[in-house]
């Protein structure tokens, strides 16, 4: 069957075939399984061009290309999705990296985006065309002006909520949620230790244990991040250059912390074990510093002491998981429990300088990128 554009379909496509003209000049803006956008591909006509972050080799930032792609339209269950804003993650340099693999190459990185609903697919009800929508997690391909996304896996954002905000706030937000509530559930009278206190997921810990009434201990690189760290909750704010073992067992007078929520990885891991106190839990959710060393299961042993390697894809994997964790994340900045500090923001086209700086610790609290 021979489908016939309107009139004004015709004239959108020729206002966005001008806009990705290589020819004119381009507008100026200010443990894994993960997939990709099937939908995304090298560009092979004029019609549906967009541009992207594309990876074709794992390496250093500069292997980020800012390239034309190819989109297509939602297939039933499927939505499009303008991108507005992107959040930048330490998966993603995971990814580019190649510590976590893609299952494609090249791929379009990117775990986490807000934009605004312009096409959905065959028979699909509760999201039409305009809604403001985010999603993190499945499918990787955030990095990218436009993106075909299963309409089961984002969620609405509340209109109280900035696009920006929403962007910085998604996967980190709910990994907060799931590692606070759920992962190891911190309650009053807890001690909490927090790796990487001024990041984006260590200020919303600080700030999310505090509230429930635990004391927060946060270590960090700077002076400066200290002190933004004790804005977020922290009562001890400690520096990577102290014995952050000798200081925690100064703080809680030898008896160790409840739990430890450990992103740094190989140069913190050791250290966050002699931190717990017994029967205590250390979360390793992250390895910004390079994967830890092994260490024998007895080493658990004289503590008796719980280990556990999460993913945030595992605790939203069911629809009602994803509602909810979001939920939480949107009710929390709402009641002003959780403040957002998007301290940095940078044209997508850029991702290359964003990568590099959030590596060299140059960035604190969230990065986000604009399309």
């Known amino acids: 069957m021979l489908l016939l554009s309107s ?37 092979r006509c004029s019609s549906n061009m967009v541009k992207a972050i594309r990876i074709h080799e794992h390496g250093r930032p500069e292997v980020l290309k800012w390239e034309d792609v190819e989109i297509g339209e939602p297939k039933e269950g499927e939505i499009k999705v303008k991108t507005k804003a992107i959040g930048l993650n330490f998966i993603d340099v995971y990814f580019r990296k190649g510590f976590y693999k893609a299952p494609t190459m ?79 559930k911190v309650e009053p009278g ?19 244990a505090n509230a429930l009434g635990a004391t927060v201990i946060g270590t960090v690189s700077t002076k400066e991040k200290a002190a933004q760290a004790k804005e977020d909750g922290c009562h001890h704010a400690l520096l990577y250059e102290e014995d952050f073992v000798s200081r925690v067992n100064e703080i809680t007078s030898g008896k160790g912390v409840e739990v430890v929520y450990d992103s740094v990885g190989k140069d913190t891991f050791e250290g966050s074990l002699a931190c717990l106190k017994v029967r205590g839990y250390l979360v390793s959710f992250g ?5 830890p060393d092994p260490i024998p299961l007895s080493a658990l042993a004289a503590k008796s002491l719980f280990l556990t390697r999460p993913s945030m894809m595992q605790y939203t994997a069911t629809r009602d998981e994803l509602l909810h964790s979001a939920s939480e994340v949107f009710t929390n900045v709402g009641a002003g429990v959780l403040r957002v500090r998007v301290n940095h923001t940078y044209p997508l086209s850029q991702a290359a300088q964003a990568h590099s700086d959030l590596e060299n610790r140059k960035t604190s609290g969230s990065v986000v990128l604009i399309p």
């Open 190 to 208: 807890h001690t909490v230790l927090v790796h990487a206190a001024a990041g984006g997921v260590g200020s919303l810990l600080c700030q999310w």
């Open 287 to 291: 390895q910004s510093s390079g994967a």
């Open 7 to 43: 009139p004004s379909a015709l004239v959108a496509r020729f206002h966005r075939s001008l806009l990705h003209n290589p020819f004119l000049p381009s507008p100026s803006f200010s443990g894994l399984q993960i997939g990709t956008a099937a939908t995304l591909r090298p560009i």
């Open 106 to 184: 090249p791929f379009t990185p990117g775990m986490e985006a807000v934009g605004v609903v312009t096409a959905v697919g065959p028979g699909l009800t509760g999201t039409v065309v305009g809604d403001l929508v985010a999603y993190a997690g499945n499918p990787m391909g955030a990095y990218a002006e436009e993106q075909i996304l299963p309409s089961e896996r984002v969620v609405p954002v509340p209109q109280s909520i900035d696009p920006v905000i929403a962007a910085s706030i998604m996967l980190k937000g709910m990994t907060a949620e799931f590692l606070v509530r759920r992962c190891f």
